[in-house]
C-alpha cells in the first residue's frame, strides 16, 4: 500500500468544541501518525501520515468533525511521506 502524507486546514467553527481530540481519536483508529493544532486565525492544522485509503477517510471525517463543530473548509495538500511521527499529537 502506497504511504502518503496530507497537509489540511480546517475552517469553520473547529476550536473550543473538541475538534483536535476527536481528530486525534480518529487518527489513531485509523493507524494514523502526524498532529493537529489550533491556529490563531480559529482554523486547525492538521497532518496526517500513512495509508491513502486511511487518509481519505480521515479528511472525510475532518470534512464533518465532532457534533458541536460547523465545518465550512478543508483545504488539502497531498505531499511525499516523510515517516516522521511516531504516533498521533496535539500540538499546542
Known amino acids: 500500500m502506497k504511504m502518503t502524507r496530507a497537509e489540511l486546514i480546517i475552517r ?3 476550536q473550543g ?3 483536535r481530540q476527536s481528530t486525534r481519536e480518529a487518527a ?3 493507524g494514523l501518525t502526524g498532529w493537529t493544532r489550533n491556529n490563531p486565525d480559529g ?3 492538521t497532518v496526517f501520515e500513512g495509508e491513502k485509503p486511511q487518509i ?3 479528511i472525510t471525517w475532518c470534512r464533518q468533525g465532532p457534533p458541536a463543530a460547523r465545518v465550512t ?3 488539502v495538500v497531498w505531499a511525499a511521506f516523510r515517516n516522521e511521527f511516531s504516533g498521533f499529537h ?3
Do not use: N, P
Open 12 to 14: 469553520g467553527r473547529v
Open 73 to 75: 473548509e478543508v483545504e
Open 17 to 19: 468544541v473538541f475538534y
Open 28 to 30: 489513531i483508529r485509523l
Open 43 to 45: 482554523s486547525v492544522a
Open 56 to 58: 481519505d477517510q480521515a
Open 90 to 92: 496535539i500540538r499546542s
